[in-house]
């Protein structure tokens, strides 16, 4: 099995940053991709962006120059730096981990809000 951990989510003004943090545990073998999902109230789960072990960063097009992902691969930990942020970006956010034998795992998420 295989737990992740989100923590860094919290109430933040319009054009404020807030960083993510998830730490992984449990039997990895192999992280091959690492990423943080969101849902808004009322809306379906969401990309904003992935990292493979190896490197390669996609975002989401609405995150795009804002966040900014990062990942540790000695210690399965994951980040996201998120600045300039909009009321729009308000959801709970979600820690992914695909593993290679295993398949996929999610954290618990943690909550960002954006006021304006």
Known sequence: QVQLVESGGGLVQAGGSLRLSCAASGRIFSADVMGWYRQAPG????????????????YADSVKGRFTISRDNTKNTLSLQMNSLKPE??????????????????????QVTVSS
């Open 43 to 58: 809306k379906e789960r969401e990309l904003v962006a992935r990292i493979t072990s190896g490197g390669t960063i996609t």
């Open 89 to 110: 970006d308000t959801a709970v956010y979600y820690c992914k981990l695909f593993e290679r034998f295993t398949g996929d795992y999610w954290g618990r998420g943690t």
